[in-house]
């Protein structure tokens, strides 16, 4: 939350920009999941694990994981993004308090 | 001015109240169970089933009441992150999510799975693109976004528009199920069932808004979880020795591979009526599979109702886990629904097609007389209704063959305990779970119309002095008027709304999306250019779903209607972009604001009075 030696336009001008370059990165791994992997469901389903064919696993379990990993992952990294530029919300201590 | 002091109790006690909730709820399926081998009658166990999960909904609606205007609107932007995500869960997660994915899934086989990828993987645009934002902004509503960037009630009243136009046919829907599964359990006709569910909507929603709609949807995001994943858990159990179907599944592909086989070598099945369940394409080409899936998606992340759960966080980087939470207890029905369709297709594969006309289950025959499952054409009501309506069809020889079984896809779920052969508490509690799940789900929607009228309309546009208990008021009578209105237009079992039901997607995509999307990405996007995009993705797809569905109109490229907004949406950027680049760029003001939104430190930057 310190830094204030930097100018606040130039600052904000590098959190913005990695903001964005993690928002690309996200939607990249949102259109692999989503769309390319299932895109190669034939190729894939010639390889079986546990008696699913990894084509159909891909579209009924694995993309799913995949996108609530890339969530979770992605609002960690954001957050980290926030802090670092000083422009995350300061951690309210009420925060804690419902469990 | 409300009671601070419950306020602060009952979110400081969140873990023991449902701790607590949890911990009743398991003993009264017990108990349920327990009377039920007392020989207590079944319809008995579905009325205390029905009854006493409406009390405890309306009881957590009560409690929760309030007459603050944040409280009601956002929930006093106080809901922990995982509690909203089960509130999202239990708001998306629909009826027919409920009682239909499974069978979707079971006809479709693989084909399906595009609804189970579109519905999960829109919440990562939720969370990139949007919700941060728009807690950021601290809007009541979306139309109240647009309005504030896109200077006006012109926004504001064409956000209004397709709001109205993707929740009012959704709402309609969900009260339906409702009037289908109470008349079901209870044995009470369906227009009157439809008022019972009424009533306990409006309990949940009336005194509390969005605050008591908020902790009854996690109550409701419980009962409909565990009623959907324990049945097929057990059957797992049975088969397997471990309850995991979503692990165990697999093993039943391959059964299902090797019958589908055997039922083509017996004659029982054509390889024109066999659609192999883990084969690709065979529904839905490349084309629409994969237009489906983006329409969903894009369609998830613009759906009002979803979107203003996101506004009672606590700050915009809960904003963002929460999604996260969402989507994780979203999918853990979406996971769950191929394993009850691989499942059911197994038991069907393996038990009914082939067997004699005079030895199927008895299932066929209770979902038979409800007119769910047709056997040569004819309700299977009975054995004999069975028989003489296949002595009728050539080149049936008193074997059920593949193509003379049509199964309503709503069976897959509610049959499955029965063909389980499980006690009859198993199938109310499936009961329960899908009255949650549509309870639960018109609730968001009926508050998202309703706080769109009271907040948007009558409040920012026609009388902006109001004041708050003012506001209020009228609040409520909107919602109640909406309510009864919804209510009234499911009685009268309108087939056309529910076909339409799935175009809410592909609406809500083409009209607000690109609007939402730029007005926070974009700077130099202007409010022509924003107005006229929304009008012309809204008009496109709409024009395209009519005309497909009414006019006779041929589908452009081959594009099935349910993902219309394939050409929406594209129209709507496009407009979007080049007003936006053809007008005058936004003011400095407006450049500022979306500066601040951008950054989650500095608190709401829209702000309510006092109360």
Known sequence: MTGRADTPGSRDRIWWHRTLRLAAIV?????????????LVV?????????????????????LIAFVVLVFWFSARQDRIDREAGVAEPDPAREELPQ | MSLPQRDDAFLANLGRIYGTYVGGFIAFVATLAILEQMGVPDRIIGYLFVFFTLAVYAGIGIVTRTVQVSEYYVAGRRVPAV???????????????????????????????????????GYVLVAVLVAPYLRKFGAYTVPDFLAARFGGNLARLVGVLVLFACSF??????????????????????????????????????????????????AQYIVLIVAYMLPVAILSAQKFGFPLAQVTYGAV???????EQDLLARGLATAETLKPHLAPFTSLDPLNFFALIACLMVGTASLPHILMRYFTTLSVRDARRSVGWSLLFILLLYVTAPAYAAFAKLEIYQNVIGAGLEALPQWIYTYGKLGLVDICGAHAASPDAVQAACAAVPGNDGVLRLPDLAIDRDVIVIAMPEIAGLPYVIAGLVAAGGLAASLSTADGLLLAIANAMSH????????????????????RVLLLGVAVLAAYVASTRPADILSVVAWAFSLAAAGNFPAIVLGIWWKRCTSA?????????????????????????????????????????????????????????PSREVQALIDDIRKPSGGPLMRDGPL
């Open chain 1, 43 to 63: 190729p894939l389903n010639t390889m079986v694990i546990a008696g699913f064919p990894l084509g159909f696993y891909m579209a009924a379990q694995g993309s």
């Open chain 2, 169 to 218: 046919t959704y709402v309609v829907a969900q009260i339906y199920a409702t009037g289908i599964i109470a008349s079901r359990f209870l044995g009470i006709s369906f227009e009157v069932a439809v008022y019972v569910g009424l009533a306990g909507i409006l309990l949940c929603s009336m005194l509390g808004g969005m605050r008591a709609v908020t902790w009854t949807q996690v």
């Open chain 2, 253 to 259: 592909l391959q059964e299902i591979a090797v019958l």
């Open chain 2, 83 to 121: 509690y909203n995500g089960m509130a999202t869960a239990a708001d998306w997660l629909s009826g027919a999510s409920f009682v239909g994915m499974a069978g979707t899934l079971y006809a479709l086989g693989y084909d399906g799975l595009a609804y189970v990828i579109g519905w999960t993987g």
């Open chain 2, 529 to 585: 250019g924003a107005i006229a995009g929304m009008v012309a993705g809204f008009g496109v797809t709409l024009y395209y779903l009519a005309m497909t569905q009414y006019g006779g109109m041929a589908e452009w490229f081959g594009g099935k209607n349910i993902s219309a907004a394939l050409f929406g949406l594209p129209v709507g950027f496009a407009v979007t972009i080049l007003v936006s680049l053809a007008t005058p760029a």
């Open chain 2, 456 to 475: 948007d309309v009558y409040y920012r546009t026609l009388d902006t002095r109001a004041p708050a208990s003012r506001r209020l008021v009228m609040a």
């Open chain 1, 27 to 39: 939607l990249g791994m949102w259109a692999v999941f989503g769309f390319a992997v299932h895109g």
